[in-house]
């Protein structure tokens, strides 16, 4: 089987990347771009830099500073209607995952119309859009270099997922130096939405050698070099490590797709505004020890990538050293469960049913090395609430 690998067309990686971004703009032939990006950058200067950097490059912009965390349907209207009035042609994306997925769901609409319902998972997306140009500020969701974008749904209460080749952006800017002040908890968040990236796409049904050299590697880095970012944030390498790491894992599951825990994970995200790579994290140990019985091998080769175990231990110890480094990882990171996270009891399990049928719902789940019932799924839930 052969394997269809779809990556942006241009990787900018390093320092200073930042810094180069603008000149991209013109390669691609774009004079008219719109900067995607949310209040907080906007405020701090960074999208008036990007702005300043495209003036120099004899290029026109604006700023939609109206991206929110978990996108929703709303803010990517208003983002489409931002680009239409102002006769656009291109986007550049500035920020974390959600400016990047809000780009790509503006994408989308402008060259198909309809509704970003009308897209989810497992409906295709026909046209391709404007060129896009993605700068990730955390590491990472790796949705710089992704053909997903995860959009909330306030009239159906999903956080929906849309997937195609359309939405894995023309260009991905990658560049640490901007990651380098993100607080302890996003740096935690955002790393474990990587490892779980990487770990997911090495054991998915549809990885493949593409992907899982990329997951490999990511993994290895992020098991490392996490708790050093997160114990020391001003540590350059770690810091470089990880951004690298996470566009590696971006590309992993970009092209192997992700599975149980983050199918899981969005409805989470959804009922709870728990942030995404917190309700991974939540998920990740227990997933994976419910998971691991399907594809011992695979698993084992994680943790011996991992370091986690070493190369003479079988695959059933290495496994286990797998699971049980897994959840003294969140104690380390400092990760609750969804009841020491503040979610009202009552409310968690009333909604549980719903979160199951969302997440088998969203196809994820079906790539897991285990495919889960729903009432599987439903245990998993009750168990990670501790
Ligand atoms: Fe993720």
């Not at 974390?96 to 997925?101: M, P, T, V, W, Y």
């Not at 728990?274 to 994976?288: F, Q, R, Y």
Request: some cysteine.
């Amino acid at each position: 089987m052969t394997a269809d690998i779809q990556i942006p067309a241009i990787l900018k990686i390093g320092a200073g990347a930042f810094n180069e971004a603008a000149a991209i703009l013109p390669r691609l032939k774009c004079s008219r771009p719109l900067i995607v990006t949310d209040a907080f950058l906007a405020s701090r200067g960074l999208a008036g830099k990007l702005r300043e950097q495209i003036a120099a490059n004899g290029i026109d912009s604006e700023v939609f500073s109206g991206s929110v965390a978990d996108p929703t349907t709303e803010a990517v209207d208003q983002g489409v209607r931002a680009f239409v009035d102002g006769k656009h042609d291109s986007l550049v994306s500035l920020g974390g995952g959600s400016s990047i997925d809000t780009a790509k769901a503006i994408c989308l609409l402008v060259a198909n119309g309809g509704h970003i319902r009308d897209y989810k998972v497992p409906n295709p997306i026909p046209a391709s859009g404007p060129p896009h140009i993605a700068i990730p500020t955390t590491a990472g969701t790796g949705s710089e270099v992704s053909r997903f974008t995860v959009i909330s749904d306030s009239a159906t209460e999903e956080k929906m997922l849309v997937a195609g080749a359309p939405l894995v952006p023309t260009a991905a800017v990658v560049d640490f130096e901007l990651t380098m002040s993100m607080p302890r908890r996003l740096t935690a968040d955002t790393g474990t939405d990587s490892l779980t990236h990487a770990i997911e796409a090495y054991v998915s049904r549809r990885a493949n050698s593409f992907s899982d050299a990329m997951a490999l590697s990511a993994m290895k880095t992020i098991w490392e070099q996490l708790p050093i970012a997160f114990h020391q944030p001003d540590n350059r390498s770690a810091r470089e490590a990880m951004m690298l790491a996470a566009t590696l894992a971006g590309m992993a599951f970009s092209n192997a797709s992700v599975a149980l825990v983050h199918g899981m994970s969005r409805p989470i995200g959804f009922f709870f505004h728990v942030p995404h790579g917190l309700s991974n994290a939540m998920l990740l140990p227990a997933v994976t020890q419910f998971s691991a019985e399907a594809a011992p091998a695979r698993y084992a080769a994680c943790a011996r990538a991992m370091g986690i175990s070493s190369e003479q231990d079988a695959d059933a110890a290495a496994v286990s050293k797998l699971i049980e480094g897994l959840f003294r990882r969140n104690e380390e990171l400092e990760v609750p469960s969804p009841r020491r996270f503040g979610i009202a009891q009552e409310r968690y399990f009333e909604v549980i049913p719903t979160m199951a049928k969302q997440a088998l719902a969203s196809g994820s789940p079906q790539n897991n090395p285990r495919v889960p019932s729903t009432s599987e799924i439903e245990q998993l839930y009750r168990e990670i609430w501790q």
